[in-house]
């Protein structure tokens, strides 16, 4: 017969709870302290997520709105297909980059690295309306793909 450890414990000893982790320690979580996470989600991150992603929501449908209000003339979007490579644009970076945005986010840390987005989301949005030819509208579409995909980590 081998000696194994386990034929060194007895019964009694493989019935008894583990009490590694006592109440009072830091590690342990409680139920209050559970609410309390829960009750700062929902009240502090929630809406702010809520407030961005309806800013993300507005951005897409302003494109269309622009282009119908006179964007496309002054920019010369109706020449060829340049509405349509602008508005596919949009969508590369936010496909190809998916993976590379959650290595990032584990490298800088959520709130860094969402304040560095917010931001630079709004430089971009802002620069949007004073681009003064069609190219530099693809550089902002681009632009924005890659934040959007890169808040969505």
């Known amino acids: ?3 194994d450890k386990r034929d060194s414990y ?3 000893d493989l019935k008894e709870k583990d009490d590694s982790v006592k ?8 139920a209050s302290f559970e609410r309390r ?9 929630l809406p702010l997520l809520a407030l961005l992603y309806s800013f993300a929501l507005i951005d ?7 282009y ?5 003339v002054d920019l010369n979007l109706k020449k060829g297909a340049r509405y349509s490579i602008v508005s596919c644009l949009y969508f590369v970076p936010y496909i190809l980059l ?4 959650l290595l990032v986010l584990r ?10 987005i917010v931001v630079a989301w709004g430089a971009v949005q802002l620069g949007m309306g004073f681009v003064p030819s069609w190219g530099w509208l693809i550089l902002t579409r681009v632009l924005l793909g890659v934040l959007e995909v890169m808040k969505h980590s």
């Open 107 to 116: 490298k800088f840390g959520a709130r860094n690295w969402l304040a560095f």
């Open 37 to 45: 996470t829960m009750r700062y989600v929902d009240f502090r991150i």
């Open 10 to 12: 007895s019964d009694s």
């Open 68 to 72: 119908t209000a006179g964007m496309g």
């Open 98 to 101: 998916q993976l590379p945005g």
């Open 60 to 66: 897409r449908v302003n494109l269309g709105a622009a």
């Open 23 to 30: 109440p009072e320690e830091p590690g342990f979580l409680d």
């Open 1 to 3: 017969m081998t000696n």
